[in-house]
């Protein structure tokens, strides 16, 4: 059953509780290293864009290896790296898909350091419930931009 919120055609909120399990599920697999489950989060032609200027991966294995080659940045830094999603905001689309806008913050930590928060992101997804699922058919990742007080 979907209601009407502003003029927008909501979700379940079984679906809502839904999706926010399979997002705490997929971050996890993310910030463990284990890219082939994350890219299992994704329909088998999907698409992640998460870096600016760098166009998307396409297809599972592809997402798989943007991620190793993205993460090697990391393999002489014992940063530990959580995605932290909130404000999750989920309209039904016309041809069944659901579109999801989601706040998101990467929090970063070393041995003995404080958290850094950074960047901060928006995430656009077109979900797909089939099968298998609830799965990915697209994400695109944009990240704020920072802001620089006039007096600095």
Same mark, same amino acid.
């Given at each position: ?12 909120? +079984? ?5 926010? *399990?399979?997002?705490? *599920?997929?971050?996890? %697999?993310? +910030?463990? =290293? ?7 989060? &994704?329909?088998?032609? =999907?698409?992640?864009? @998460? ?19 993205? *993460? ?5 830094? $014992?940063?530990?790296?959580? @995605?932290?999603?909130? %404000? ?18 990467? /929090?970063?930590?070393?041995? =003995?350091?404080? $958290? +850094? ?5 928006? /995430? ?19 990240? +704020?931009?920072? &802001?620089? $007080? $006039?007096?600095?």
């Amino acid at each position: 059953m979907t209601t009407t919120t502003a003029g927008r055609s909501a979700v379940s909120s +079984d679906l809502y509780l839904r999706v926010q *399990h399979f997002y705490a *599920h997929q971050m996890q %697999h993310l +910030d463990s =290293g284990r890219f082939e489950e994350y890219a299992a989060t &994704f329909t088998e032609d =999907g698409e992640f864009q @998460h870096s600016p200027g760098a166009g998307p991966a396409r297809t599972r294995a592809g997402i798989v290896r943007e991620l190793v080659e993205f *993460h090697k940045r990391f393999e002489d830094d $014992p940063v530990q790296r959580r @995605h932290w999603f909130n %404000h999750i905001a989920l309209e039904l689309q016309e041809d069944g898909t659901v579109s999801s806008t989601a706040y998101a913050l990467v /929090v970063s930590v070393r041995p =003995g350091g404080k $958290p +850094d928060i950074a960047p901060s992101c928006v /995430v656009h997804d077109t979900i797909v419930d089939g099968p298998e699922g609830i799965r990915l058919k697209s994400r695109r990742v944009t990240h +704020d931009q920072h &802001f620089q $007080p $006039p007096f600095s």
